[in-house]
């Protein structure tokens, strides 16, 4: 129940602010445009996983699960169009999720999958932006779902290759430590990926969205 | 997912976004231009449909939804997809506004009072006296603890008050 004492306090203020709220004059929005738009959401495929993301009450509901990237065995990634990916992996994984084709009428969603990057005994080169313009596959993006060795995104910019409603890096393995310079994929966190020939790579070409890397990404895909 | 499972779950979103769609519409207009709105009201539902499981229900269905809508805004504000809709926005001319010389001005006060403030701080006043939500409320849309709310939205209050008057 809300604890109202003394918080509202100021009814001045909150008047003056209230004075100059933006939405006061909006109008309604228009039904058959919401009708739309709602139809258009509904026909979007569920994710059969239902963990948690957004929001979060506290940080200890922030879910720092012990994920690591992959030391990857050779798995064949496949860019889905139209459809969903199914990825095979040499070990069989029972995890991988499988979807089926969604049944709207309207465009499905694209779904792209990529493979967790290999990183046992690679040296990392330092990023530079050339390298990075090479990248097949670049995008920002919010992760919305951690399952077992999935990672789901939403991308929010594309800076390379087709541009997908949801981006699936699989392959993960939790219990594997990361190898340093690893984003550390927590659900609500944004993240700058690249990937070359499905794989996604690592060393510093991918992590959080802080200003550095986004500067990076700037000038590879200006 | 059988028929019926699937047609709860449509009613459910529905009695969902009839509750929540014009507030959140309210608060998209508050922090950001018409066009972001849009793109950022459509990504918010689409985190609803996939999430409905997580969604509260009562009254913390808004303000987890506003948590969602906050998100999805800042990620919108970050991608370039913003700077292209700012560039078309300014190729087209404004609707005049139906704003009185008096109120056009003090709204203008505001806003610019609210942008020298911190951002955190801008925003706390933004849901007490806009979205007019209590601090449990307040609390769960910014991730923190009524406590830190009232006392950070205390401190807001009078910092507003100093930027405001000079």
């Not at chain 1, 999720?97 to 990529?114: F, I, K, M, N």
Request: glycine share 8%; charged share 25%.
């Amino acid at each position: 129940m809300t604890d109202r004492q003394g918080f509202d306090e100021d009814p001045q203020l909150r008047a003056l602010l209230g004075q100059s709220d933006p939405a006061r004059s909006l109008t309604p929005a228009d039904p058959q445009g919401l009708a739309r738009l709602l139809e258009d959401t509904m026909a979007t495929q569920t994710s059969s996983d239902t963990r948690t993301d957004l929001p979060q009450q506290s940080t200890d509901l922030r879910r720092r699960g012990p994920l690591a990237w992959l030391v990857a065995a050779a798995a064949v990634a496949t860019i889905a169009g139209g459809g969903y990916a199914v990825v095979s992996s040499m070990q069989d994984d029972p995890t991988v999720q499988q979807a089926g084709p969604s049944t709207a009428p309207d465009p499905e969603p694209v779904v792209v999958t990529l493979q967790a990057p290999t990183t046992l005994g690679a040296k990392c080169a330092v990023p530079t932006p050339a390298m990075l313009a090479g990248a097949e596959v670049a995008f920002a993006g919010t992760v919305t779902a951690i399952d077992g060795d999935t990672v789901t995104l939403t991308p929010s910019e594309t800076y390379a290759g087709e541009s997908a409603d949801e981006i699936e890096v699989v392959g993960l393995r939790p219990d594997l430590r990361s190898l340093g310079g690893q984003p550390d994929f927590q659900v609500g966190g944004t993240y700058l990926v690249s990937a070359t020939g499905g794989q996604v790579s690592a060393c510093g070409f991918s992590g959080e969205a802080s200003p550095e890397l986004q500067s990076l990404y700037d000038l590879a895909f200006r | 997912m059988d028929g019926a499972d699937d047609d709860a779950r449509r009613s459910r979103f529905e009695a969902v976004a009839a509750e929540v769609v014009e507030p959140v519409r309210r608060f998209l207009a508050r922090r950001t231009d018409p066009d972001t709105a849009d793109d950022v009201l459509a990504d918010t539902l689409l985190v609803v449909w996939r999430r409905l499981d997580d969604v509260p229900v009562g009254d913390e269905a808004l303000p987890w939804t506003y948590a969602v809508a906050r998100n999805a805004l800042a990620n919108a504000e970050r991608g370039a997809r913003r700077q292209r809709r700012l560039a078309h926005r300014i190729t087209v001319t404004d609707p005049p506004s139906e704003l009185a010389p008096a109120e056009a001005e003090a709204d203008d006060r505001v806003a610019a009072a609210l942008e020298r403030l911190r951002p955190d701080e801008a925003e706390l006043l933004r849901l007490w006296a806009w979205e007019q939500l209590g601090p449990t409320e307040i609390a769960t849309v910014l991730g923190l603890t009524p406590n830190a709310v009232s006392i950070r939205l205390h401190r807001a209050r009078g910092r507003f008050k100093e930027v405001f008057e000079n």
